[in-house]
């Protein structure tokens, strides 16, 4: 009943998508073996693409296959009538598939619990990121498709637009198939055998019994215990911070760049993965080192001691390098037997320490006795303090993340990372404490292997245990020359052990597996890092090779720097550093999961429950002091190299996005804070001009915005309010992505605002909304600043009406008021090139947006947007630029003239009324900025003829008080003179076309004039405010003789009785009073002091 005929169904129907326009050929059997990335696909003109197609599974043959997207096939199904379309877009994802299912024919998805509905059920696929490793990304249905009214055109958005059609289960299969041949690996040979072989490093079988004998078995334990509680508490951090979501690749970087944010992802991830690259060398060192001591045993030097040790650490790095390229699971293999050497030596140890042998005992191994364990209990500390032995040892207990590091190699990293690694911290933890207590109990510090050392008479001088057992050895530690024992033979512990070579083989394996481990971390985690493009120049070494997706580059990479470090062969340098490196990233693990838990974001809610923010913070603090316990310059130079990334990726920011913890507590900072400061009363010491600025789209009046932004950056609050009106169906949709785009377009300005559009039937109801309901809280606005409205006298004049309501209507709501007026006006969405300017910065976010320039064909700046059908002109290419006119040209010149530097000019206050001191706040803070602060303030009041120097005085006392500068003040004593005639005459001939004449009609024909027309000017009116009238032509006067050269004029604002004075007359004063000058804000405050000279 769906099928269509063959010859329908193979005609190329043309699909629009969301970002290319595509001609695909639907053969009948095209839609098998057509994969999307080869999908030949030609690009149409797009008025062809007019029409939209839906492509629908219809073939009787492949309805099993095609019928539901998981392929189980829906009960009560006839010939397919499940219709799907799936789409992959190409250009974001990458060729990923999604799902649509498709609702508006006459077929529904009947797969929820098989109803008649195409609300879809809750699956784990709505919920995969688009770039998902695991299975397929669905998208569930929007809500406009299940909520907008049916004969709306269905999938407006464009996402549903098939491209072509793969059934699921084929793209299923084919991602079964490539993941069948990756290597992951369970928690035991991925976690918790990498992180036991990178703890247990030389230290164990070397460094040990030397520690014992500097610092005694109380201190050693201490020393163990102390080390064990660092990387226990970062243990469970990273577990909590693994349990949180999906891991990646990329181990320590990945956890903390996606907890903290790039910032310290970054700095801290080249840290990392430099550190373990140097750990390499400092590993093969360890190894070649042992090595050389062999040979120096037999005698089988080759050239001298550090050169042996560079040939065969070069020789060994490469053999490391082999082995890790053969690919994870042979290094895997590696792993396993080189554990097994491990255990077995270690066993061979303690087996050795219960068989006490004659020929052992004048090298001072007596098997387990009560007096040595007694004698050695304390510290005996020779030319080391219990810091320096601690700084020894605790590079010993770091490798806790070698687990966590391959973290894109685990098959479950949730489970496995938590719980290797906390049981291989346990697990070395108990052996370094056995080793500890066992060395310390039966092997004396000092011995000197001479056999006949033994006692001859019974002198009363020998007390210590050495003399209980028949030995006397006080000749040679008088002499300090004794080669054997705790303190001077490194190799005790393969004296004691059964079988003395075991040891060796231990040590070889304890080093090269923790060389492996690190050759592996490192480029795993740089690769991580390059993938997210944190540092541009380093996106090269992103590519994997193979099917683990091997970071080949990285390897090579590595072993230069390894390479490099073993040239250098000296241990005592390296060894500090990579602890410090280590350290800095366990203090920000510990850190982010404080930082997570303490910004309370609902999406931290990791399954791993033994955790506790403050715990980590002290674990955090921990390893900041440990790093300076070990070596405080290696420390300081760790924080500085951090901080110096840090700073560097700050400044780039980065385009990413993770939903970091820095996020979530700058929100809930805000939060806190907005809501402590309702609480708060206000005081005028405190008082901010809060600014609602009528800008219409943030670009279309860049003087406006410029201008306000000065005095309320870091000040006040400032919001840009756009009112949209004339549509006859509010697209709030639209509403919603013009909000976050001209927000974007306010960041990328640096202009410290809010952009906050509304829907409204005119300019005065949006106005109203805004007045009432911008702003939260304190942070609410308390000033309208408006555009003068240029073209009043050329359109409707209810314009005039809204206009001069808006103006009353914010007085009501004690708001300040401030109209901006420059001559040339202030709307430049008109000007060609304007638009381009916002769409070229889009562009390079990687947002496609059409612009729509707005042609008001006059320059009205109150009522910005009302997209009548010849004015909106859509532009998705930047159009040919016309050359400007001259009115334009001077137009775009005066909307740019707020942004540069303004010289050594003045700003004019005309403070003729006090409305509380806003007239003169709002210059104060413009000449407090960069730009203005070359500007000098002169202030203007008015005052009578005889009086002039009083007047004078007392204004430069109160100016004084307030604490502000001024570079001089006039006092007018003649603003109440009579204007010139001609002036008076060109006024009157202004407002003849609007006054009423209800002298020359009938009353009832007036009264209804006036209710039909609102705005005009009653001869009664005109009589009454004559004087007021004649005062604002006469200071239109006094500005033109006193301040046409001013940068700046700030005047009071006259004000009007509601209901008195008609729309049209007190636009005409506006006109009267500024017509003709520099840049002018009218200004008139609520009334309320804004300024106090009280401290």
């Not at 020393?223 to 577990?239: D, P, Q, W």
């Not at 050695?376 to 303090?385: A, I, K, Q």
């Not at 059964?498 to 040590?507: E, H, K, L, M, V």
Request: hydrophobic share 40%; aromatic share 10%; proline share 4%.
């Amino acid at each position: 009943h769906l099928a269509r005929s063959p010859s329908e169904r193979a005609h190329p129907s043309v699909i629009q998508s969301r970002f290319q326009v595509d001609l695909v050929a639907e053969a009948a059997g095209a839609t098998e073996d057509k994969s999307p990335s080869s999908d030949a696909s030609t690009t149409v003109p797009p008025n062809e693409a007019k029409g939209r197609f839906r492509v629908n599974f219809a073939d009787p043959s492949e309805a099993g296959s095609a019928a539901s997207p998981d392929g189980a096939q829906a009960e009560g199904l006839q010939n397919g009538d499940t219709v799907m379309s799936e789409t992959s877009l190409h250009s974001s994802t990458g060729g990923q598939h999604h799902y649509h299912y498709d609702t508006h024919t006459n077929t529904y998805y009947l797969r929820t619990f098989g109803h008649n509905t195409i609300d879809a059920v809750p699956n784990i696929d709505f919920y995969r990121q688009t770039a998902a490793p695991l299975g397929e990304k669905l998208i569930r249905p929007t809500l406009s498709e299940l909520h907008d009214e049916l004969d709306k055109e269905p999938f407006e958005d464009g996402f549903a637009n098939g491209d072509e059609l793969t059934p699921a289960e084929e793209a299923a299969a084919k991602e079964a198939a490539e993941s069948k041949g990756v290597v992951k690996f369970g928690w035991v040979k991925g976690v918790l055998v990498r992180c036991m072989l990178n703890i247990w490093g030389v230290m164990l079988f070397i460094r040990m019994s030397w520690i014992v004998g500097q610092a005694g078995i109380a201190l050693s334990c201490l020393i163990v215990g102390m080390a064990t509680v660092v990387t226990t508490i970062t243990g469970l951090s990273t577990s909590a911070i693994a349990t949180n979501g999906f891991v990646r690749g990329g181990g320590a970087y990945y956890l903390i760049s996606r907890s903290l944010g790039p910032e310290f992802g970054g700095s801290i991830g080249l840290i990392f993965a430099f550190a373990n690259a140097v750990a390499v060398a400092m590993y093969v060192v360890g190894f070649a080192e042992t090595v050389v001591e062999l040979l120096a045993g037999v005698d089988a030097i080759m050239t001298d001691e550090i050169n042996d040790i560079r040939i065969i650490g070069t020789i060994t790095v490469i053999l490391l390098l082999g082995i890790s390229l053969a690919g994870m699971e042979w290094e895997a293999k590696a792993q396993i037997f080189l554990l097994i050497v491990l255990i077995t030596a270690i066993c061979n140890y303690f087996i050795g320490s219960f068989i006490p042998l004659e020929s052992k005992k004048s090298m001072g191994f007596f098997g387990y006795d009560g007096s040595i364990m007694w004698e050695n209990m304390g510290p005996d500390f020779r030319g080391e303090t219990f810091f320096s032995v601690f700084a020894i040892f605790f590079p010993a207990a770091t490798g806790i993340l070698a687990g966590a590091n391959i973290s894109g190699d685990l098959a479950d990293p949730q489970l496995a990372i938590p719980r290797g690694t906390l049981l291989a911290i346990l697990i070395t933890g108990i052996v370094y404490l056995g080793v500890a207590v066992s060395t310390g109990s039966c092997i004396v510090r000092d011995a000197s292997g001479v056999l006949n050392d033994t006692i001859t008479q019974a002198v009363g001088n020998c007390s210590d245990a050495a003399c209980g057992l028949g030995f006397d050895f006080s000749s040679c530690k008088s002499a300090n020359d004794c080669n054997y024992g705790l303190h001077n033979d490194f190799q005790v512990m393969s004296l004691v052990s059964g079988f003395g070579p075991i040891i060796s083989a231990g040590i070889f394996s304890a080093t090269l597996s923790s060389a492996l481990a690190s050759l592996v971390s490192a480029p795993k985690v740089f690769q991580a890092l390059c993938k997210d493009n944190i540092y541009p120049g380093l996106s090269m070494f992103a590519k994997g090779y193979g099917k683990n997706n091997e970071p080949l580059k990285g390897y090579i990479l590595t072993f230069v720097i390894a390479l490099a470090f073993i040239l250098i062969a000296e241990l005592n340098i390296i060894a500090p550093i990579i602890s410090n490196f280590f350290l800095a990233s366990y203090a920000l693990i510990n850190f982010s999961v404080f930082h997570a838990s303490l910004a309370n974001s609902p999406g931290w809610r990791p399954s791993f429950k033994y955790y506790n923010m403050w715990i980590s913070l002290a674990g955090a603090i921990l390893c900041c002091v440990v790093m300076f316990v070990i070596n405080w310059w290696a420390a300081l130079l760790t924080n500085v190299i951090v901080l110096g990334l840090f700073i560097y990726v700050s400044y780039k920011k980065p385009d990413v996005n993770w939903g970091s913890s820095t996020q979530a507590l700058t929100y809930h900072q805000a939060l806190t804070h907005t809501l402590h400061l309702s609480g708060v009363e206000d005081h005028i010491k405190n008082f901010r001009p809060q600014c609602l600025v009528m800008t219409g789209y943030p670009n279309s009046r860049p003087a406006i915005i410029d201008l306000v932004h000065t005095f309320t950056k870091n000040v006040g609050l400032m919001i840009c309010g756009h009112i949209r009106t004339g549509y006859r169906r509010p697209n709030f949709k639209e509403l919603a992505t013009d909000q976050a785009r001209y927000q974007r377009w306010l960041l990328k300005n640096e202009c410290k605002a809010f952009y906050t559009p509304v829907f409204a039937e005119d300019m005065r109801q949006g106005t109203q909304y805004l007045l009432q309901a911008a702003g939260l809280g304190r942070l609410k606005p308390n000033t309208l600043v408006l555009g003068f409205k240029n073209d009043w006298r050329d359109g409707d004049m209810m314009n005039v009406e809204t206009y001069i309501s808006m103006i009353h209507d914010a007085f009501d709501s004690q708001f300040g008021a401030v109209i901006l007026r420059l001559k040339e006006g202030l709307d430049v969405s008109h000007i060609q090139g304007q638009d381009e300017l916002l769409s070229s910065q889009e562009k390079s976010s990687g947002m496609k947006d059409v612009i729509v320039s707005i042609d008001t064909s006059k320059d009205s700046d109150a009522d910005s947007s009302k997209p009548s059908s010849k004015a909106t002109s859509l532009q998705n290419s930047p159009s040919p630029t016309v050359p400007l006119n001259v009115s334009d040209q001077r137009l775009l010149e005066a909307s740019q003239q707020f942004q540069k530097k303004q010289g050594k000019g003045t700003v004019d206050v005309w403070w003729l009324f006090d409305d509380g001191g806003l007239t003169l706040l709002i210059p104060y803070l413009l000449t407090n900025k960069k730009r203005w602060k070359d500007c000098k303030i002169r202030v203007f009041i008015g005052g009578k003829i005889n009086r002039i120097d009083h007047d004078r005085r007392a204004m430069a006392t109160l100016l004084s008080k307030f604490r502000i500068d001024f570079s001089d003040i006039t006092v007018l004593g003649d603003i109440n003179t009579k204007p010139k005639k001609e002036h008076v005459s060109a006024f009157e001939e202004m407002i003849e076309p609007y006054r009423l004449k209800e002298d020359d009609m009938e009353q009832e024909a007036a009264e209804r004039l006036k209710d039909s027309e609102p705005w005009r000017i009653t001869d009664n009116e005109l009589e009454l405010y004559r004087a007021k009238t004649n005062r604002q032509i006469r200071l239109n006067e006094l500005l033109k003789e006193h301040s046409s050269t001013a940068n700046l004029i700030v005047m009071s604002l006259p004000l009007a009785r509601k209901g008195a004075v008609s729309s049209a007359l007190y636009m005409a004063w506006l006109e009267g009073l500024s017509k003709d000058l520099p840049p002018m804000l009218l200004v008139r405050g609520n009334h309320q002091s804004v300024l106090t000279f009280y401290s």
